[in-house]
């Protein structure tokens, strides 16, 4: 794999190579302006913005662009020795290191052998491939063959025994190899694999070098992740063997019938569409619901909503299939009455966010960022319960999310300038994927706000302030009870 060097990331921040052209970088760089732009309605990103608009700069002037590339590095790549797969040879971004078993029956024994190594993706699915076909063939002819051999495809099924230490240490390794070619996406993607493996000592290791790695171009999907064509190929005798077996017992112990059917199953089953009628409470089930100007789809929108928004139906239509709705922030149009569902959307989201809810988060994990600015804040939590504390505008927009665990303190770096609104949430199970708690969940809010504000005299001072969380309690200051559906809103 043929690798270059990337001294600041800026090819890495465009998505491209040295080689691009001078119109595939203009044309990057605008692609990657509107994704980041800070007047987006997520609110963009103004720290990856001003990266971006710095890259842009240096690599669109001919000049500037080769100075750059003449940059010397000031460490080479480490060796590549221990990282190629095993079967081809080629250092592959995605690794593992997988330990594979077949099984051989000299009808009294049976002997089980191990093939461990480093793979590809590909290859590690053709070497299950492989052992599981002589597994089948030569597995089954003594004692205990029958056990060994089941164990050893299920083992191939589900793509071999990966140990955690094994791969944490190897794609840490790779990613400080990439690291040091200027492959920064690569190196972010093996650094953020390695995470899933890495415990202890290898996970504090895991998340320094990503602190060190800007999060730039596209990230790889993990292709160990979903089985492929080669689990199937594996699954497909399992299930016919599996079949068999049950069909068998079944024609011993379990008489054959077929009930005959109803006539009416199929039109009870049937429900026409019923509009809601005016004044109901119901949520978005789409994606995104655009809401129309008028009941037709090519209709201009007045407003893009997300999956579990609440609304209320404000009047019916000639036709059953819309209706009239008004969104929590007042905007008025027309949808389809297919994409709402029963009642408010906090339910079907908390459901959604326990089937997604993803790694449980470290003390100190940024969960969401808007913006950035000198200012620091440190946060205790002596409570039993780990906490979401979130910054928020004084219109409600949330700038800045990160977890404290229960009986740590962590300090936040780069706060905005301005003044915020303080709300915290506690309890257990954590949904990443939504920023709130599955089980037991309650969420406080503190009067006033906290101010981050430079002096007048150096504007480039910053401020540190320091709190703490704490039960609500009696008195000025302390924190009151807050709904944790608006909790959850905006981040």
Known sequence: MSGFYDPKGYYAVLGLTPKARPEEIQAAYRRRAKELHPDRRDGGDAEAFTRLGEAYTVLRDPKSRAQYDALSPSTKPPPADGLSCRCCGKISAQPRYVIFQKVRSFLLFSRREKIAGIFCRDCADRTALQVSAMTWAWGWWSPVGPFLSLWALLDSLGGGEKPRRENAVLLLRLARHFQARGEI???????????????????????????????????????????????????????????LWSYGISLWLVPLFSPSPQPDAALAARSDIVPPRPGEIRHVQATELKLRQLPVDHAAMVALLDRFTTVQVIDRTSDPEWVQLRSASGAVGYARTRHLGEGDGWRPRRRWCAENR??????????????????????????????VVKLRTQAGHTILSAYVAAGRTVLLTGIPEGAHRIAFATGEVFSEACSLFLTDMRAYALPGLLVFQAGRTDTRSSVMLSLTLTPPGEGPGQPRPYDPARFAEDG
Do not use: C, Y
């Open 358 to 387: 993803g790694q449980p988060p470290f003390n100190g994990q940024i969960l969401l960022r808007r913006g950035s600015g000198d200012h620091r804040l440190q946060i205790a939590n002596p409570m039993p319960h780990d906490a």
């Open 185 to 243: 996406h690569l190196a972010r993607s093996a650094a953020l694999q390695a995470r899933t493996f890495a415990r202890g000592e290898q996970a504090r290791e895991a998340e320094a070098l990503l602190a060190a790695l800007p999060d730039t171009g596209p990230r790889l999907k993990d292709r160990w992740h979903r089985p492929g064509l080669t689990m199937w190929l594996l699954a497909l005798p399992l299930v016919a063997m599996v079949g």
